[in-house]
């Protein structure tokens, strides 16, 4: 059963280029959450997708960040006109249910470490 | 709002030795869940341990149990027999039923290395 896919596992971009990050949920997994983690900190959560829904984006920035999970293929998490600020690893997790119980584990993939030159 | 604290930056413990990191966290939903990651160098988030609000005995997985302590509201995991390979970053995370049920809320992580 492979895990949380996600590419590229590395992306570098120039100010004002668009990144896009690509998430594959675990098998059987139909909700996918986006977390960001800066250097030397925790993750910070972002968005919360279910199949063609955002469920949450309370720690989406309202600005050049947008994210969806289509019916078909990964979930995309796409940034526009990336700044130096957006240096950071962008990890997916997935989970199976609809993870309504606090004991619903989500697990993650391998991330993407994103560098704005 | 939900809140984990990590206190202890880094910790440096001598191989076959036990470690305990630290982990408090503040919240006021009534039922939730915590959690431990271990971050190796390579960058991944690996899932070790969950324990529930409700549970009544403290969660145990291996060489990691958790000691939970309710009413202190802390939840410290606790390596047994550490090995070089335990070296990594370790996260608490914790997530609720009610407020912002779907995501985990992180601390700011523990630098654990192991000294052969």
């Known amino acids: 059963n492979a895990g949380v896919m996600q590419n590229p596992r590395h992306l570098v971009r120039r100010r004002g280029q668009e990144a896009r990050l690509r998430c594959s949920p675990m098998?059987?997994?139909?909700?996918v959450y986006w977390y960001r983690q800066l250097p030397e900190e925790g993750l910070k959560f972002m968005v919360y997708?279910?199949?063609?829904?955002?469920?949450?984006e309370s720690g989406m920035p309202k600005e050049r960040f947008s994210a969806e999970f289509p019916k078909e293929g990964p979930s995309i998490l796409r940034i526009q006109q990336v700044v130096r600020g957006d240096s950071a690893a962008y990890f997916c997790?997935?989970?199976?249910?609809?993870?309504?119980?606090?004991?619903?584990?989500?697990?993650f993939g391998p991330g993407t470490r994103l560098l704005v030159l | 709002a939900q809140k984990i604290t990590q206190t202890q930056p880094g910790m440096f413990v001598q191989e076959k030795e036990a470690v305990t990191l630290d982990c408090t966290y503040d919240?006021?939903?009534?039922?939730?869940?915590l959690f431990w990651y271990k971050q190796p160098s390579s960058g991944e988030m690996i899932f070790l341990i969950y324990?529930?609000?409700?549970?009544?005995q403290n969660a145990t997985e291996g060489r990691y149990s958790l000691n939970f302590q309710k009413a202190r509201k802390s939840a410290n995991l606790v390596i047994s027999a550490s090995q070089l390979g335990d070296s990594a970053m370790y996260f608490c995370?914790?997530?609720?039923?009610?407020?912002?049920?779907?995501?985990?809320?992180f601390g700011q992580g523990t630098r654990l290395t192991i000294n052969p």
């Open positions: 098998k059987g997994h139909s909700h």
């Open positions: 997708l279910q199949k063609e829904n955002i469920i949450d």
């Open positions: 919240t006021s939903d009534p039922s939730y869940g």
């Open positions: 995370a914790m997530r609720g039923i009610i407020q912002g049920a779907q995501k985990l809320v």
């Open positions: 997790a997935s989970s199976p249910s609809p993870g309504e119980a606090p004991q619903e584990t989500q697990y």
């Open positions: 324990q529930g609000s409700y549970d009544q």
